[in-house]
């Protein structure tokens, strides 16, 4: 009697179906799986593009204490109840835990840093990491000759898919009456380096944006930033080719006034493909999308909660987290509550509410992308 055995092309693509915490289980099995797991570019794209098509959103929840961070991850947004917690891979003496700070998540991989200098790229489900040197802030001479006052310091990550291009943007953002930033990009490759852009950006990033990551729509980078004109500060959309490595301001609605004053609280995000609007303020909320790219005319308002009474308990802000499988946004309030609204019957439903409220939600897909390979860092 003869065993008969599946062709290697099917067995890959059964596998690149499977849970992501199985495949991590079974990279035990023996050398050949071990590699086709860990180094196999075509395969963990495979497996990557599959979890796209299901539509199943994770969560990592970092929760802070006084004086430590703990992550821990959920496998689905419906069950955070039953979150676990991650093993931090980071050498304690290099990252004092209080200061940690997440910048960004694609594909997988989560940008995080404890101070301006030093980037951790890490793939928590499997402990992967890599550090990132950061070049020193510039100096008062590209700020125009004087002494250099406060600055903000944002990072962003993102990727490419018509180059194959995972890069990092630095924003460092200076206080001053004219709003003026220096921003430095990093490729990631075997000979990665940072890159300072010549020009000097007349944009600030806003410390409001850390509890949100810039959506790459339309391969760039897309966030709001603030800008001096003739008279006062105002807010932009403004987005950067990542390829390029230009910026462009991008039209917003004309109902909207993006100006970050008090008890308002703005993010751009990704809903299927295209550039959104996350609008909170006061007792109003709003979530417009961009229907065609770069023309002002085609922002439509798909939600509006106009009566806070409905939602139980104070609310100081909602933003998104992401698009449940079957079409419904899952929103986050205050740090503390996961919501679903149904577009089509205008009907939100409160998921949890967490009994620890310092804590920051992120949506997340888990995924076999290694740090290591992806930079052209060896590894056995």
Known sequence: MTTAVLPEVLVTEIISRLPIKSLIRFRCVS???????????????????????????????????????????????????KAIKLNLPFPVQMVPTVMWKVHGICNGLILLSNKQDLVYLWNPLFGEYITISCPTPPTSTFFGGRGRGRVIVGFEFGFLESTNQYKL?????????????????????????????????????????????????????????????????VGVIVSFDIKDEVFLEIPHPNDVNLYRGKSTFMTLWEWDGLLSLSYFKYNDYQVWVMKTYGVVDSWVKLIQIGNMEEIPGSVVYIQPLGVAPNGEVILEKNHKDLMLYNVATKSLQILEEFSVERHLLYAYRGSLISPKVISGVHHN
């Open 31 to 81: 050398k050949p799986w071990l590699q086709l797991l860990t180094k196999d570019p075509y395969f963990t794209k495979l497996h990557f593009d599959h979890s796209i098509k299901t539509k199943i959103i994770s969560i990592i929840i970092a929760f802070k204490s006084q004086n430590e961070i703990n992550f821990y991850y959920a496998a689905e947004f419906t069950e955070c109840d």
């Open 169 to 233: 943007v630095r924003f460092v953002s200076e206080f001053s009456p004219k709003h003026r930033s220096c921003v430095s990009v990093y490729t990631l490759g075997i000979d990665s380096s940072w890159r300072t852009l010549e020009q000097e950006i007349p944009y600030m990033y806003n410390s409001k944006s850390v509890f949100s990551f810039a959506p790459v729509v339309n391969g760039a980078f897309h966030w709001i930033l603030s800008k001096q004109n003739a008279s006062n500060f």
